[in-house]
């Protein structure tokens, strides 16, 4: 276990929906970062929050969007979506604020877009 | 941007038999390069990771090694074992400011018994 909750773990939706995906870090880390893992692309980086604050974007769509709370759980928002979008979603979390050493990643929700 | 590439894409070995995932990186400024395991139905987790100032690292079964100047870095698991079975993936994270982390397409091992 590593201390990474994603909820939920499983979601069907159809084409045009929007979702909200969610992650609580590990106890004591302050960066969160979204990763979207699909067949064909691998794991490509979507965004990484710090404390609250946007640190850094990846290959995120206008589509998608994200947000840090004060407790520091972290929502992906998806909206629009498309067949496409289906999809692996991880979420990680690290103590450290820049860059991604030692992440600590959940057990990721499969989005399927029908 | 960073590149990594990983090869082989697939690796089938025997139980008891060495496995070497190898991969390449593009960035000279990358100093920091961890590998993950990934079993199914679970996310990716950090197994080893190495430094640039460093060459070689070991944990028990698992060793990295590096070559700056080649730009190239491998995983090499020793003796096997059926719970090895799984899909590793490399990564290289740049330096100086902030830098994300770039990962390889991943490698699915398979030990058979």
């Known amino acids: 276990d590593s201390g990474v909750t994603q909820t939920p773990k499983h979601l069907i939706t159809a084409t045009g929906q929007r979702v909200t995906l969610r992650c609580s870090p590990r106890?004591?880390?302050?960066?969160v970062y979204w990763y979207q893992q699909s067949l064909d692309q691998g794991l490509q980086f979507l965004i990484q929050?710090?404390?609250?604050?946007?640190?850094a974007k990846g290959n995120i769509l206008e589509r998608f969007s994200a947000q840090q709370f004060p407790d520091l759980h972290s929502e992906l928002n998806l909206s629009s979506l498309e067949l496409g979008d289906s999809a692996l979603y991880f979420c990680a979390s690290s103590v450290a604020g820049t860059g991604g050493e030692k992440l600590f990643f959940g057990s990721g929700t499969q989005l399927s877009v029908l | 941007g960073e590149n990594v590439e990983q090869h082989p894409s697939t690796l089938s070995v025997q139980e008891g038999d060495s496995a070497v995932i190898k991969c390449t990186y593009s960035?000279?400024?990358?100093?920091?390069f961890p590998w993950y395991k990934q079993e199914l139905g679970k996310g990716p987790q950090l197994i080893i990771d190495i430094r640039s100032n460093v060459g070689e690292k070991k944990d028990q079964r698992i060793a990295v090694t590096l070559n700056k100047t080649a730009k190239h870095f491998s995983l090499h698991i020793t003796e096997t074992q059926p719970e090895d079975s799984a899909v590793y993936f490399c990564a290289a994270l740049g330096s100086g400011g902030y830098q994300k982390v770039t990962f390889g397409t991943g490698t699915k091992l398979q030990v058979i018994p």
């Open positions: 929050y710090y404390n609250g604050e946007e640190r």
């Open positions: 106890s004591g880390d302050l960066s």
């Open positions: 960035d000279s400024a990358s100093n920091y």
